[in-house]
Nanobody
Framework: QGYLSESGGGSVQAGESRRLSCLISGAEVYACMAWFRQTPGKGREPIATLYAPGGTTFYDDSIKGRFSLSHDLAWNELFLQMDNVVPEDTGNYYC??????????????????????WGRGTQVFVSS
């Protein structure tokens, strides 16, 4: 079984940058990796996904051009680089993964219930 653990959250001022990290451990090989964001009053929504075999990425319109995904060569960590943050980026950020390509290889990623493995989340607060 695999385990995911997020870090890097905290308070940041609007316009600044922050990098979140998802530590990937265990023997699982995942086809899809993702960052979800949960804002007050809403459920977890996918904002960035990576289809590992082909390297295809998806970015939600709310972060496109500002956030980017990357990973280390050994696939031990998945990163979310957050640039030019805005107060609307405030929320809990979760790392998710799944062995099935189907959750992320289409034009839109599958919603929360379809992803099998989750971290506990890390909170980001953006002040104006």
């Amino acid at each position: 079984q695999g385990y995911l653990s997020e870090s890097g959250g905290g308070s940041v001022q609007a316009g600044e940058s922050r990098r979140l990290s998802c530590l990937i451990s265990g023997a699982e090989v995942y086809a899809c990796m993702a960052w979800f964001r949960q804002t007050p009053g809403k459920g977890r929504e996918p904002i960035a996904t990576l289809y590992a075999p082909g390297g295809t990425t998806f970015y939600d319109d709310s972060i496109k051009g500002r956030f980017s995904l990357s990973h280390d060569l050994a696939w031990n960590e998945l990163f979310l680089q957050m640039d030019n943050v805005v107060p609307e980026d405030t929320g809990n950020y979760y790392c998710a993964a799944d062995r099935s390509p189907s959750v992320c290889d289409g034009p839109h990623p599958s919603p929360d219930p379809m992803w099998s493995t989750w971290g506990r989340g890390t909170q980001v607060f953006v002040s104006s």
